[in-house]
């Protein structure tokens, strides 16, 4: 699959739930309105859309959400998707997960050939975690991380950048990364949703965040790349691989291969735009194959960047979408 501007599309996103048991503030307003439960796509719809895309070329999918330990029976549909891992139809299936509830399911992702996953980690200070994640467990997460090293899996950490909060758990983060082998991701924050209080005020560049490591680690960039936007490093003598995601300081959408699926089954072509096809409605109406005359238009929609710069900028102005409906 090629978009207009030629990038080759081969990954998708599916936030199979909009829902979560933390609300980091800079994702969601504590009382965030969620989806009804019959507005989301079932499980036999979302492999069915997914194996027509994998038809036209996808070969990866990440599973997001909100929280996608969260949902119900989410093994079954982890099992149905590993199944195309395993049969070679896909090249990967990972997971973005809060950690919370990942001790129970390593296993499972482990045996559905997950092999890689990304767990959200903004603090190693439990009180600052709750805090940031209002009302968070920290203890959970880590438990959640040491099952899924336990279970083989590769492990990055993810960590948005929060201006006054969490610029003093760089380091303590990067080391735990460091000793126990798992890379890490620092975000900026992107202005995505309402009625996110002070999102402003929180959004750090990176360039800025990073300097406690940048004054003790020598920097060399690396080749690596991880199938989504972040640029990577080798910092030395810490040993860390770490990748830099900036949607704000440093745009990255010319190379950019990816398309997201809402938890109620719109294809977005990209986070920064509301523009969007609805699959549910295709599926419900006409079967899997008005699926396939979908994939084209989808692929139309998809802008050449995003302008969440020009977003921050502006006051009050935000795309009305929360980063759980589409996923990260
Ligand atoms: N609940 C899971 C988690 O937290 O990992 C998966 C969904 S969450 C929306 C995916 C990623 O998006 C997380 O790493 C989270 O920190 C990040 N995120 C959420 N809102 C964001 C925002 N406004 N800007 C940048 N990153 C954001
Ligand atoms: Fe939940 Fe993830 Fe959003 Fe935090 S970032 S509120 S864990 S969906």
């Excluded at 959400?65 to 990967?92: K, M």
């Excluded at 949703?193 to 800025?208: K, N, T």
Aim: net charge neutral.
């Amino acid at each position: 699959m090629r978009d207009a501007f030629g990038r080759q599309i081969d990954y998708l996103r599916i936030s199979v739930t909009d829902r979560c048991n933390f609300r980091c503030h800079y994702c969601m307003p504590q009382n965030h309105k969620f989806l009804p439960r019959d507005a989301l796509l079932e499980y036999r719809e979302i492999t069915d859309i997914a194996s027509r895309f994998m038809a036209h070329g996808i070969k990866k999918i990440r599973l997001t959400g909100g929280e996608p330990l969260l949902r119900r029976e989410i093994e079954s549909l982890i099992t149905a998707l590993g199944n195309f891992v395993h049969s070679g139809q896909l090249d990967e299936l990972t997971l973005t997960t809060n950690g919370s509830r990942l001790a129970n399911f390593a296993p499972v992702l482990a045996e559905a050939g997950v092999r890689r996953i990304n767990v959200s980690l903004d603090s190693l200070d439990p009180s600052r975690f709750r805090a940031i994640t209002r009302g968070g467990e920290l203890q959970a997460v880590m438990d959640g991380i040491a099952a899924a090293a336990n279970a083989g899996m590769s492990i990055r950490i993810n960590m948005v950048a929060l201006r006054g909060q969490n610029e003093a758990d760089l380091l303590p983060v990067a080391e735990f990364c460091a000793d126990n082998g798992h890379d890490l991701a620092i975000i900026e924050t992107m202005p995505l949703g309402r009625g996110v209080a002070g999102r402003q005020d929180c959004y750090i560049p990176l360039e800025e965040f990073t300097i406690p490591l940048r004054e003790t680690q020598d920097f060399r960039a690396i080749a690596h790349r991880s199938a989504g936007p972040a640029r990577y490093w080798r910092l030395e003598p810490l040993g860390l691989r770490l990748g830099l995601i900036t949607p704000m300081s440093e745009n990255f959408c010319d190379d950019c291969n990816r398309l997201r699926m809402t938890t109620d089954g719109k294809i977005f072509m990209c986070l920064g735009s509301n523009m969007h096809v609805d699959f549910k409605q295709a599926i419900r109406e006409g079967g899997v194959s008005a699926v396939d005359s979908l994939i084209e238009k989808a692929l139309r929609l998809k802008p050449l960047r995003h302008d969440f710069e020009t977003q921050m900028a502006k006051p009050g102005y935000r795309l009305d979408r929360h980063m759980n409906a589409t996923g990260g």
